[in-house]
């Protein structure tokens, strides 16, 4: 049997996988969008869905008043979010802006861009990035992103 097989190994090490994941997810709720390989965006997606959905839980929770006596915040969703995002000040991003933003979207918060080849060793690239933040269009950003790459590579 090939029981949980379906896992983005990264030709990495289980800590060192997890340490990515945590690092790749703090840059994108800083940044709202970043450029990495393919496979790594791959790997984020459903890793920083699933923050992005218990603080958004724990928000409604807050403002709903269903928190126990006493309390004003969601403490253990908090604290869990906390687990994995290190950084105080992208803890605050989400659990104030990111999370009050996609209220009301049911899943789905985040959106890949493959943007094709890196020239050096020909790894498949990919922008994966907020959807609520995206400021273009698709193609638009397709076409800022190659005009970028190709403004690098011509310097």
Known sequence: MRHRDKLWKLGRTRSHRKALLCNLATALIRHKRILTTEAKAKALRPFVERLIT???????????GQLPSGWSVDLHRRRFVARFIRDKAALQELFGAVAVRVLERPGGY???VKLGYRRGD???????ELVDWAGMQEGAI???????HAQAQSS
Do not use: D, N, P
């Open 54 to 64: 218990k603080a958004k839980h724990a928000v409604l929770r807050e403002q709903s």
């Open 110 to 112: 985040t959106r890949i």
């Open 122 to 128: 020909g790894a498949r690239m990919a922008l994966i």
């Open 142 to 148: 397709r076409q800022e992103t190659s005009q970028t």
